[in-house]
């Protein structure tokens, strides 16, 4: 979707400033960082950074250069830099103030996720949004989400956002840790946070457009998920078999060849309607069973998709974006990390690396993401912001 606007050739300076830094001393990272944006009037920062920095020295190496600009954050399982697609690194971007105005929130405990604090939440941002705003709320505002990719709670923390949002819509990740699944974080007011979740909400009188979408297609093998545990994300059966023994069937694997390769390349989906959404497995456990990176639940039906076309998929997908508010300003990218390893696997990162250098991508490799009310897995999803527009 886009907001209701029309062009105007007037502009007061550039629109954003990306940037970023592939050092890993996390001091060095910080100033190089601040010093890659170089925008004089931010109305916020926004970074993602590789688990591996020691969290504290790089927080508070943040807080000393950017001091009290507004400054959000999240882990990663792999960057997006000006330059493309690496990890290591720390990358980000700052929007202007002369075109957005942004409020965020920290949404702490998401182990006591209260539905109704979340209503609270997203009720004050909005208030203040509408204080400060340049332009209507509706038609030219967005949300952005990031999540503890941890925590388990996206499915509800993202349907109670999306209700409490009404109908302005909502992008983010999941954060990551490099694969590791133990500790992923997200930033606020100057620390790190575990179990916590950050809402960012963004008013703008720049044109924007949502994507979401994969490059995938379903294949004739299903599963019944005949036993599960929909809280921990575990299929402990499917068609009342060991869950592992019967994705390796359908899969063509055996036992020892599962790891997250071979996850990222055999990926399952649920149909909703006529969409499919895929449902990535995480990992392999001891007694068969097999862990998701989102939502499962005992009933569903499973699908096998086969690989399609991920290059030319995006790339249609961006020229459609372009057809729609002109080449952008920048792309804030959530971009699965099954993704990742599949154009590792199929040696397409550096072609895909030269897309999102092309069309201004800037953003961060996920444990899931988020599209209004949906926890997704093997997309692309992000808000392409074009250029600065007059209110109609």
Known sequence: MTNAVAKSSVTNGPVVSVGGSSSRDPETAAIEFHRSLAMDNPACVIFYCCVDYDRERLAAALKEQFGDIPLMGCTTAGEILPGGITDGAITGFSLSADYFVVESSLIENLAAFSETQTHSVVRRSLDKLAERAVAPLEHNSFAMSMLDGMAIREELVLSALNSALSGIPLVGGSAGDNM????????????????????????????????????????????????????????????????????????????????????????????????????????????????????????????????????GEFADRMSAVVDEIGEPELVIGYDCIHRRIEMAEHGTLEKVSELYRRYKVIGFNTYGEHCDAMHINHTFTGIAIGTPEKLI
């Open 180 to 311: 590791h699944f133990r500790n992923t974080h997200v930033y606020s007011d100057g620390k790190f946070y575990g179990n916590a979740a950050v809402l960012i909400m963004v008013n703008t009188v720049c044109s924007f457009s949502v994507l979401s979408g994969h490059h995938l297609q379903a294949g004739k093998e299903k599963l019944v998920v005949t036993h599960a545990d929909p809280e921990k994300r575990v299929a402990y059966e499917f068609n009342a078999e060991p869950a592992a023994l019967e994705y390796c069937r359908i899969s063509g694997l055996s036992l020892d060849q599962l790891c997250p390769k071979t996850f990222a390349l055999h990926p399952l989906s649920v149909q909703i309607g006529d969409s499919s959404f895929v449902r990535s497995v995480q990992q392999v456990n001891d007694d068969l069973s097999l862990t998701f990176f989102c939502a499962i639940d005992n009933g569903i039906v499973l699908s096998d998709m086969e690989s399609g076309d991920l290059v």
